[in-house]
């Protein structure tokens, strides 16, 4: 089982990113799938994520409204739109099942500054 994050970058704020997971080894849309962070001196936390069964979203506080997670069966990917980006959102990116496993996989990093 491998996971792969993409797409991060640095971006001024207000600015947009989208963020993808690709797996291997594994059918995402068997499970259910969340993206999470770690900033900096910080523990990792759960953004958003996405029951695998009936496709229900659950987001954070922080993501509502700012960020969208969607996933692409055809492809196995899951994937993060984020708009509205705070310098606060600064941090590695990564996408795991819910629960999490011990395989994280190689995340993304997120920089917002200006």
């Known amino acids: 089982v491998q996971l792969q994050a993409s797409g991060g970058g640095s971006v001024q704020p207000g600015g947009s990113l989208k963020l993808s997971c690709t797996a291997s080894?594994?059918?995402?849309?068997?499970?259910?799938m969340g993206w999470f962070r770690q900033a900096p001196g910080k523990e990792r936390e759960g953004i958003s994520c996405m029951n695998g069964n009936n496709g229900r979203i659950y987001d954070a506080d922080d993501a509502k409204g700012r960020f969208t997670i969607s996933r692409d069966d055809a492809k196995n990917t899951l994937s993060l739109q984020m708009n509205g980006l705070k310098p606060e959102d600064t941090a590695v990116y990564y996408c795991n099942r819910v629960p999490p496993s011990a395989a994280w996989g190689q995340g993304t990093l997120v920089t917002v500054s200006s």
């Open positions: 080894g594994f059918t995402l849309n068997w499970h259910d």
